[in-house]
Structure formats: structure tokens, C-alpha cells
């Protein structure tokens, strides 16, 4: 039995070492080199205030600013608890929950009477997408331009200047950060 045991602990002792200590240190050191933005959550720094993360989204209610995708999380937008409603698509709470945004959209812009950009009713996957699509930014154009008194082509011209391509080009849909959008609506962000 002892001829087993030294080498069993050993082992452990070793591997608990290297995986318990070495990896750790050397992952936390390398990402803090050559990734010190994207390991320190992405956040969104302006004047030594931090605003958020550009990873996760915000909880926007009000009409002045664009609202993001609906959160799936209790609270909203909530990171510890990041998780799908796990509703399909048939499930009459899913499609009271849908009804029920998209009857609030209309009631806080009564004048917007196209169709409703899907990313605006439905949660991500996560609960936590902080992107919209370019056609969600548009409808809540007007919305925000009334509530906020400026030009409709003003705030369309903010949502084109802050539309982040594809990425590589290929990758994805165009989408826009609706944090970033909402600190350059404040003129916190150029």
C-alpha cells in the first residue's frame, strides 16, 4: 500500500501545484500583458468614472435613451445570474411577455407605427447583450429625439456614426453598443 501511496501523493501534491498555482499566476499575468482592458470587464472609463462594462447591458428606461434587448435576468441585466428564459416559442408566457413589450414600445412612441425589430422583444440568449441591431437603434429614433428635443436626423446621424461593422467583415450583423450610444447622447462619449 505504501509503495502506492508515496507516488498517488506526489502526484497530487505536484498537479495541484501546477494546476492549482502555476497555470492561475501565469494566466492572470499573460491577460494582464497583452489583454488589460478585456481582463479588467471590458468597462467603459471616462475622467476616472467608470459607466460599465461595454460586455454586459444596461438596464435604459427612460424615453430619452435607447433601451436595449430585454433581460432574461431577475434583476435585470444582472451578471450573476446569467441565463435564457428557457421559453420556446410556443409558450403562451413567452408570447405574453412579447405582446406586452411591444405594446409598451408603442405607448412610449404612439407615432411609431412600423414593425418592431425583434431584438426589441426578445432577450438574447444570455440576458445580458448589451447590442442592438442598426433597425432596433432607428425606431427608437424619434422617441429619443422628442424626449431629449433635438433633430430626428441628428440623433439618426448618432446612430450611423456609432454602428460597429461586422466583425472581420464577415462575422455577425452590424450591431450598436447601446451604452456607448446612450454616454454620446449625454455627450460623454465622442
Do not use: C
Not at 70 to 87: E, F, M, R, V
Not at 162 to 168: G, H, N, W
Request: proline share 7%; net charge positive; no cysteine.
Amino acid at each position: 500500500m505504501q509503495i502506492t501511496l508515496k507516488p498517488a501523493l506526489s502526484l497530487l501534491l505536484l498537479f495541484t501545484v501546477l494546476t492549482g498555482i502555476v497555470y492561475p499566476l501565469l494566466v492572470t499575468i499573460s491577460t494582464q500583458v497583452f489583454f488589460p482592458y478585456q481582463a479588467n470587464g471590458s468597462l467603459l472609463t471616462k475622467d476616472d468614472k467608470q459607466f460599465g462594462s461595454v460586455l454586459i447591458g444596461q438596464n435604459f428606461t427612460r424615453p430619452g435613451y435607447f433601451w436595449g434587448r430585454p433581460s432574461a435576468t431577475s434583476p435585470a441585466y444582472n451578471a450573476a445570474a446569467s441565463s435564457g428564459s428557457n421559453l420556446g416559442p410556443t409558450n403562451p408566457a413567452l408570447i405574453e411577455a412579447v405582446k406586452g413589450r411591444i405594446e409598451h414600445l408603442h405607448t412610449a412612441d404612439p407615432s411609431q407605427t412600423g414593425a418592431v425589430p425583434a431584438d426589441l422583444v426578445m432577450a438574447s440568449a444570455s440576458g445580458l447583450d448589451p447590442h442592438i441591431s442598426p433597425a432596433a437603434a432607428l425606431y427608437q429614433a424619434h422617441r429619443v429625439a422628442m424626449a431629449r428635443h433635438l433633430p430626428v436626423a441628428q440623433v439618426e446621424a448618432l446612430v450611423a456614426r456609432f454602428t460597429e461593422a461586422r466583425q472581420f467583415g464577415f462575422l455577425g450583423e452590424p450591431r450598436i453598443n447601446v451604452l456607448k450610444l446612450n454616454l454620446a447622447l449625454e455627450g460623454r462619449l465622442n
